[in-house]
């Protein structure tokens, strides 16, 4: 894994969604939450990587994050939760 340096949240947050969901590399989740990512930061549509993981069904991804903390009844702008987009 390339040493990123992430000084800022939001990219943390890139990572987490582009980077870990896109190619399902829960390694690098990990490794960006031990490095202070917050669980759940989230984009501009209000969306956090618990909703790209649970839309995009990356089971091992979302069972690390509920394992970190992250909030099963967080909505978006389009008042969808995690939860919701899961079933």
């Known amino acids: 894994m390339p040493n990123y340096q992430l000084s800022h949240s939001y990219e943390h947050f890139i990572v ?8 399902g590399q829960v390694e690098i989740i990990l490794k960006v939450l031990d490095r202070g990512a917050r669980v759940d930061i989230a984009d501009n549509e209000g969306c956090t990587s ?3 993981a649970t839309t995009k069904g990356h089971v ?7 394992n970190r903390g992250a909030k099963v009844d967080i909505s978006n ?4 939760t995690p939860l919701y987009s899961a079933v």
């Open 16 to 23: 987490l969604k582009i980077i870990g969901f896109v190619n």
């Open 50 to 52: 618990f909703h790209t």
């Open 60 to 66: 091992k991804a979302v069972r690390e994050l509920l």
């Open 77 to 80: 702008r389009e008042r969808f």
